[in-house]
């Protein structure tokens, strides 16, 4: 790891130079963050479980001919990618009233929505990521309508398939975020998914309890992080049930 030039270090992964020109190698830390990273802690086992589970639906979206960056997972931590210029949204797509839309909308939590919403938020911890029109994105040229056009379809086929894969495991997929890039090869350029998708970016709440199964539990301080994810693995079949996160790391299934 010290022999490879990092290129950049957020509060969940890490980004350096890859193997091959135009890749990345993406490494999943421990760290757990929230409030923009007012609450920090590091919770042995988390980055193992994201980027499986990560691994898991990137491979799948991908096998659908929905456009990722994600080539390969490399080991239990890292990920080999295609390097994307990010675009500096994040877009959400709700499906139930959870989080800052409750107070801002005066939903109570769990309200089911008339229909799946998308919503901009500007990339920056500074500003605490405003939300944002489409106006304001195509207006300061964070991405132009044909580009807004392709993230939108993106994200609803991205939930369309989220909700099925998530329900079928007994999990309900209230929201999630994903951050999409450009990605230049040869003369052309499209839009992809780039980042993650994991329990750290969507809300997954068991379809019987309402159990929080995502980065809430730790926001909220509501249960034990590992657990809850390792929980999303094993439904999703990704892990063996016997294997302990937390000591030898979990057992993929092959």
């Known amino acids: 790891m010290n022999r490879r030039r990092k290129i950049y270090e957020g509060k969940a992964k890490t980004l350096y130079e890859g193997p091959e020109p ?10 757990a963050t929230a409030g923009n990273g007012a609450k920090h802690e590091i ?17 799948k979206l991908n096998e659908l001919g929905i456009p990722t960056h994600f080539v390969r997972r490399m080991n ?3 990920q080999l990618i295609r390097e994307v210029e990010i675009i ?21 939590s769990g309200t089911r929505l008339p229909r799946s919403i998308i919503e901009f938020y500007y990339k920056d911890d500074a500003l605490n ?16 309508p044909q580009e807004l056009d392709d993230i939108m ?11 099925g894969l998530f329900m079928g495991a007994g999990i309900q997929l209230v929201d999630f975020k994903i951050e999409c890039g450009r990605l230049y090869q040869d003369d052309t350029m499209r839009i992809v998914l780039a980042d993650e ?25 509501i249960g034990d992080l590992v657990d809850s994810y390792r929980e999303v693995a094993q439904r ?12 030898t790391g979990p057992r993929l299934v092959k």
């Not at 135009?22 to 760290?31: A, C, E, Y």
């Not at 919770?43 to 990137?58: A, C, D, H, M, T």
């Not at 990521?129 to 132009?144: L, R």
């Not at 995502?214 to 926001?219: C, G, I, M, P």
Request: aromatic share 6%; charged share 25%; glycine share 6%.
């Open 197 to 221: 998708i994991s329990p750290d970016n969507c809300r997954l709440w068991d379809a019987k309890t309402q159990q929080k199964l995502d980065k809430d539990v730790f926001r909220q301080g």
């Open 129 to 144: 990521d405003p939300i944002v029109s489409e106006e304001h994105i195509t207006a300061f040229g964070w991405a132009n």
């Open 88 to 108: 500096p949204l994040e877009v959400v797509v709700r499906n139930i009233a959870a989080g800052s839309i409750c107070p801002r909308l005066g939903l109570e």
């Open 43 to 59: 919770i042995e086992g988390k980055g193992v479980l994201n980027n499986r589970i990560s691994e898991y639906i990137f491979t």
């Open 22 to 31: 135009g890749t990345l190698v993406q490494h999943f830390k421990d760290d």
């Open 236 to 247: 999703l079949g990704i892990l063996v049930e016997s294997e302990n996160a937390l000591t």
């Open 153 to 163: 379809t993106l994200a609803v086929r991205i939930n369309d398939f989220l909700s």
């Open 76 to 78: 239990m931590r890292e």
